[in-house]
């Protein structure tokens, strides 16, 4: 799951100041991101709690904010059966 920097922010953490970062690819190139964790995460009618998100912004002509990741998607009902389908651990 990923978010925009700014957001981050404005819901009061720090991205720069996190304690760890992870290597993304990217079409402009390798980059390193901030990696935290949300105390709780709202979206499609669904909250999670402790939910680990990057940091980063997708270009400016992108339609979309953020990316949702699969460790949110899996608390999804729907997409949880699919999820366990695929024998993922």
Known sequence: TMIPVRKAIEIGYQPVAA???IQIFTASGIEYV??????SFRCMG?????LVVICHDLPPQSPADGLL???FLC???S???FYRSLKIT
């Open 79 to 81: 997409f949880s059966d």
């Open 75 to 77: 608390h999804l009902p």
């Open 46 to 50: 669904l909250e999670v709690k402790d």
């Open 69 to 71: 990741g699969l460790n």
């Open 34 to 39: 901030p990696l935290i964790r949300i105390a």
């Open 19 to 21: 304690e760890k970062k």
